[in-house]
Nanobody, 116 residues
Framework: QVQLVESGGGLVQPGGSLRLSCAAS????????MSWYRQAPGKERELVAS????????NYEDSVKGRFTISRDNAKHTVFLQMNSLKPEDTAVYYC?????????WGQGTQVTVSS
């Protein structure tokens, strides 16, 4: 059974940092492209960052470039999102996504709130 479990969200002040983790199980982790999405209230879910199977290629949404870093540890079946210089507009539920061709799975999400 595929499981993606996010952790690391919370309340942080503007300019602060958080590190999200997504622990994966039930599938061949190293074969899947891993991504982080987010959904703010009243907005559509958007892709934040993605990382190729062995981490050689990463992509970022324009507004997070230079502030967020996606990484993965295939031995530990975990993908991370390091978020620095957080802004109030980064407030959203962050979701972990695993994709192989047309097959994809989602985690339950973790809330990130950036507020003073």
């Amino acid at each position: 059974q595929v499981q993606l479990v996010e952790s690391g969200g919370g309340l942080v002040q503007p300019g602060g940092s958080l590190r999200l983790s997504c622990a994966a199980s039930g599938f061949t982790f190293r074969a899947y492209v891993m991504s982080w999405y987010r959904q703010a209230p009243g907005k559509e879910r958007e892709l934040v960052a993605s990382i190729s199977t062995f981490g050689e290629v990463t992509n970022y949404e324009d507004s997070v470039k230079g502030r967020f870093t996606i990484s993965r540890d295939n031995a530990k079946h975990t993908v991370f999102l390091q978020m620095n210089s957080l802004k109030p507009e980064d407030t959203a539920v962050y979701y972990c996504n695993a994709r192989l061709l047309r097959v994809e799975s989602w985690g339950q999400g973790t809330q990130v709130t950036v507020s003073s």
